[in-house]
T-cell receptor
Framework: DAKTTQPTSMDCAEGRAANLPCNHS???????VYWYRQIHSQGPQYIIH???NNETNEMASLIITEDRKSSTLILPHATLRDTAVYYC?????????????FGKGTRLSVIA | SAVISQKPSRDICQRGTSLTIQCQVD?????MFWYRQQPGQSLTLIAT?????????ESGFVIDKFPISRPNLTFSTLTVSNMSPEDSSIYLC??????????????FGDGTRLSIL
């Protein structure tokens, strides 16, 4: 079973920051937080991951609370193409051998 | 990252028939995974495919229904056997790149959209 809780859906105005929360209160010390998104008719796309430090890449920023029980994915300037289902997943770091377990995710709608 | 190609991208099949889905990766990968995504649902892991050994199936999935081959480090197939309308889903191949003690993201193909009549 998925170890994360996310809101079912969210709306965001185009050009504004989209902040997607995730609760993972039972996360273990050796588990990373991964974010993926799935745009309609495509496979899931990797966005970002982190262990305890905040992370940023060209797509998004990941903010992890100090107790690691929750995190927020930030899309700084949402566009219509960011409309997708966003999945927050915790995964043990074992050299990539542990498969991802998907929850229901958050359906983000970016509105013009 | 890795480029993952699945064939076919979609198919419509008659009940009782079987279909083999191919997954080709442009680099050698340690682990390959097969997922199912039923209409309107999230992804469910079917099995993990290791090269040179039997696939490991998740609860609710059996080898007779979903036989998997993994002949080398860049290729795998999933067969959906004796199909019924309940098997109508998107089937996705995913890979994890070879790595040491670190962690690497999994990458996904765009899936095979299967409809059973």
């Amino acid at each position: 079973d998925a170890k994360t809780t996310q809101p079912t859906s969210m709306d965001c105005a185009e050009g504004r920051a989209a902040n997607l929360p995730c609760n993972h209160s039972t996360i273990s010390g050796n588990e990373y937080v991964y974010w993926y998104r799935q745009i309609h008719s495509q496979g899931p796309q990797y966005i970002i991951h982190g262990l305890k430090n905040n992370e940023t890449n060209e797509m998004a920023s990941l903010i992890i609370t100090e107790d690691r029980k929750s995190s927020t994915l930030i899309l700084p300037h949402a566009t219509l193409r960011d409309t997708a289902v966003y999945y927050c997943i915790v995964r043990v770091a074992k050299g990539g051998n542990t498969p991802l377990v998907f929850g229901k995710g958050t359906r983000l709608s970016v509105i013009a | 990252s890795a480029v993952i190609s699945q064939k076919p991208s979609r198919d419509i099949c008659q009940r009782g028939t079987s279909l083999t889905i191919q997954c080709q990766v442009d680099s050698q990968v340690t682990m390959m995974f097969w997922y199912r995504q039923q209409p309107g649902q999230s992804l469910t892991l079917i099995a993990t495919a290791n090269q040179g050994s039997e696939a490991t199936y998740e609860s609710g999935f059996v080898i007779d229904k979903f036989p998997i081959s993994r002949p080398n480090l860049t290729f795998s197939t999933l067969t959906v056997s004796n199909m019924s309308p309940e098997d109508s889903s998107i089937y996705l191949c995913s890979v994890a790149l070879a790595t040491g003690t670190g962690n690497q993201p999994q990458h996904f193909g765009d899936g095979t959209r299967l409809s059973i009549l």
